[in-house]
């Protein structure tokens, strides 16, 4: 991989999210479905890109708007899978090889690494986006900041 082109894609991606969030016309889950199918569709190893939100007072997380094959991972308890334990560390999750990681919930049995960031609103965890590759390992600091930016942006409309 080219980290010089991957950087470039996603200074050439952020002003097409913040246009794409900040077209009020649209509902909030048209406009983060967009956002889904747009970074799925821009970058080569994001396979499944998808937003999961607290469900209500439940101590579980349900999925929201997501580009990519339908899961039967709708609903996940805290502490789950890897989206379910950032739910609880507040913590960015990168898995290089899922196959290592003894509390993985397999989506597909194409995915070989995803990421997880979480999405805060005033301080809170309120969910995150998730991002399942096909592509062993191939999630860079630059992926982690990029997402960041994203729920830091998906935040201001929530």
């Given amino acids: 991989m080219y980290p010089n082109i991957t950087i470039m894609t996603f200074d050439v991606l952020k002003p097409q999210v913040t246009n794409i969030l900040s077209d009020s016309g649209k509902s909030v889950d048209e406009r983060l479905s967009e956002v ?6 821009s970058i080569d190893y994001y396979d499944w890109v998808g937003f999961y939100f607290k469900n209500g ?37 990168v898995v290089p090889d899922v196959k290592a990681q003894n509390n993985y919930i397999a989506c597909s049995i194409h995915v070989k690494a995803e990421i997880v960031i979480p999405l805060f609103v005033n301080n809170e965890n309120i969910g995150q986006i998730d991002i399942d590759s096909h592509t062993a390992d191939p999630f860079s600091a630059q992926d982690e900041e990029f997402l960041q930016f994203v729920n830091q942006s998906v935040a201001g409309i929530l």
Avoid: M
């Avoid at 889904?36 to 569709?41: E, F, K, Q, V």
């Avoid at 339908?70 to 609880?88: E, L, N, R, Y």
């Fill in 36 to 41: 889904c199918s747009l970074l799925r569709n």
């Fill in 57 to 93: 007072d439940k101590e579980e997380l349900k999925l929201g708007p997501y580009a990519g094959e339908p899961t039967d991972h709708t609903i996940i308890p805290f502490g789950k899978g890897i989206c379910g334990q950032v739910a609880v560390s507040n913590q960015n999750f």
